[in-house]
């Protein structure tokens, strides 16, 4: 979602600081917390996500994608390492819909491969018949794993040196026409 549907607006660093951790995955952090401190940097988070869903804007083309993805008749899955909650705005503030939604609730988290196995299942879809697009370098390991397509959208312009990991790197949603080979209108 962040960085990939929708503008990138997490401040992670600023959500470390609050919650207390250095540089380390927030999430994956989280699972190894005592049960009181888990609770209290949950609550952390998910204020910040509940703002960020509330006030995200989309990427430019983004929507415009979405639609022609759907036209050429493709099932579309959102995985997000967000929450449910933050989720349900994110899609009704953007008016976007899903064949699937796989949020941090769901089950194992990208960079694992599972979700989009399990999506894939859900969807009757192969993994190597996916595309897995995103802007991190856990969305290319979740996809590359799995078997799927994966391409890896630019923000800023800013390649970074794991960028190759990615079968192919965009600089705009709309570019997902061409590789995808779709109308987009």
């Not at 390649?159 to 949603?173: C, F, M, N, Q």
Request: charged content about 25%.
């Amino acid at each position: 979602m962040d960085g990939t549907l929708t503008r990138p607006q997490f401040d992670f660093d600023a959500i470390r600081r609050d919650i207390g951790l250095k540089d380390e995955p927030i999430l994956e952090t989280l699972v190894r917390m005592p049960p009181d401190q888990r609770r209290r940097a949950e609550a952390i988070l998910n204020k910040y996500e509940a703002q960020f869903a509330a006030s995200s804007e989309l990427q430019p083309g983004a929507g415009p994608i979405v639609s022609a993805i759907r036209r050429a008749g493709f099932a579309l899955a959102l995985m997000t390492r967000n929450s449910r909650e933050s989720t349900a705005v994110f899609l009704e503030r953007h008016r976007l819909t899903f064949d699937v939604v796989w949020t941090r609730a769901d089950g194992p988290m990208k960079p694992s491969p599972e979700p989009v196995i399990e999506i894939c299942r859900r969807l009757g879809v192969a993994p190597a018949r996916a595309w897995v697009v995103g802007d991190y370098l856990y969305d290319i390991q979740c996809g590359r794993s799995a078997g799927a397509h994966t391409v890896l959208l630019l923000n800023n312009g800013k390649r970074p040196r794991w960028a190759d990991e990615a079968e192919h790197v965009i600089e705009s949603l709309d570019a997902l026409a061409v590789i995808l080979e779709i109308e987009y209108a």
